[in-house]
């Protein structure tokens, strides 16, 4: 069993910053597709950004692209996301989520391909 914990929410003002980060336990973190997912109030969960298993290829939606960046550090067997240019409607609860099974060098995107889940961190941006 897998499980993730996910530290690094908080308030902070809109233009700051704030680096999330998902501590796996269970087995080892790299080698499998790994994933950050919010939810804001009202809404459904949507993917932020994604890492492949092996590669290192990456995806982020578009509203965060060259503010958001993903990345993994496998001795630590962490999960990162660095945020910055932070503006409001970033607000949301903000998951970790990683894939059970190998799938190479794909990214995935979609909530239903990832198996297990951190319990989320609130992150609040004011205006």
């Known amino acids: 069993q897998v499980q993730l914990e996910e530290a690094g929410g908080g308030l902070v003002q809109t233009g700051g910053s704030l680096r999330l980060s998902c501590a796996a336990s269970?087995?080892?973190?790299?080698?499998?597709?790994m994933a950050w997912f919010r939810q804001a109030p009202g809404k459904e969960r949507e993917i932020v950004a994604a890492?492949?298993?092996?590669?290192?290829?990456?995806y982020y939606t578009n509203s965060v692209k060259g503010r958001f960046t993903i990345s993994r550090d496998n001795a630590e067997n962490t999960l990162y996301l660095q945020m910055t240019s932070l503006k409001p409607e970033d607000t949301a609860v903000y998951y970790c989520a990683s894939m059970r099974q190998f799938t190479g060098n794909n990214f995935h995107t979609r909530v239903p391909e990832y198996d297990y889940w951190g319990q989320g961190t609130q992150v609040t941006v004011s205006s």
């Open positions: 269970g087995r080892s973190a790299s080698m499998y597709g």
């Open positions: 890492l492949s298993g092996i590669g290192g290829r990456t």
